[in-house]
C-alpha cells in the first residue's frame, strides 16, 4: 500500500531498521505500558483499532495485535511509505494491515472509518462502548542532536560512521 515516501528530517523516520534501532528506548516503553495497562483494554470480536504513527509496524505486530479478539481489525498508519511497505513486509497476518496516511489528515480515513475529521475529532471514531487509548512516546533528543553535529563543518568529520548511519 505504502506509496511516495515523505522525507523526514528526524532520524531514521525513512528508514525502518535504523528506525528500530534507535528507537529501542521507546520501544521499551511502549511494551511497558502494554504489559502494565493493557490489561484496561477490553478488545472484542469485530473491533477496529488503529495505530497511529506505528513506524515499522513491530510493536504493532508483536505487542498489540496479539491482545486483539477474534475477528477484529488492526490497521497501522504512518506518513512514511518506507515505514508502511516495510510493515507491509514484515507483518502478513489475517487482521491487520497498513496504511500510508498523515495522521493530521485523520478525517481522510473515513473511507475506512466513516466518523470523525481530524486529529482533534479521534473521539468521535471510537463507538460508543469503545475505548480510546493514546500513548504519545517522544523521540530521544540525543539522536536530534547528533544529527544536528553530523552536519556541521566543524564536527561532522569527526564523527565516527558505524553500522548505524545516519541520513535525512
Known amino acids: 500500500m ?21 528507537s529501542q ?5 511502549f511494551r ?7 490489561n484496561h483494554l477490553h478488545f472484542r470480536p469485530y473491533d477496529r483499532v488503529l495505530d497511529i504513527g506505528c513506524g515499522p509496524g513491530d510493536l504493532t505486530k508483536d505487542v498489540i495485535f496479539p491482545r486483539m479478539a477474534p475477528f477484529s481489525e488492526l490497521i497501522g498508519i504512518d506518513l512514511s511509505g518506507k515505514m508502511i511497505d ?3 513486509r514484515n507483518s502478513k497476518l489475517p ?3 497498513f496504511i500510508q496516511q498523515d495522521a493530521n489528515k485523520i478525517g481522510e480515513l473515513q473511507r475506512y ?8 475529532d479521534l473521539g468521535k471514531m471510537v463507538r460508543k462502548d469503545g475505548t480510546l487509548f493514546l500513548l504519545f512516546v517522544e523521540s ?4 536530534d542532536i547528533y544529527l544536528e553535529f553530523s552536519r556541521s563543518d566543524k564536527y561532522g568529520k569527526h564523527m565516527k560512521a558505524s553500522e548505524i548511519r545516519i541520513t535525512s
Open 2 to 22: 505504502g506509496s511516495t515516501d515523505v522525507s523526514d528530517s528526524r532520524i531514521g523516520m525513512d528508514n525502518p531498521e535504523l528506525y528500530k534501532q534507535v
Open 140 to 143: 530521544c533528543t540525543i539522536f
Open 25 to 29: 528506548p521507546q520501544a521499551q516503553d
Open 95 to 97: 487482521g491487520i494491515g
Open 32 to 38: 511497558w505500558v502494554f504489559e502494565n495497562f493493557g
Open 86 to 88: 516495510f510493515a507491509e
Open 113 to 120: 472509518y466513516p466518523s470523525g475529521e481530524t486529529l482533534k
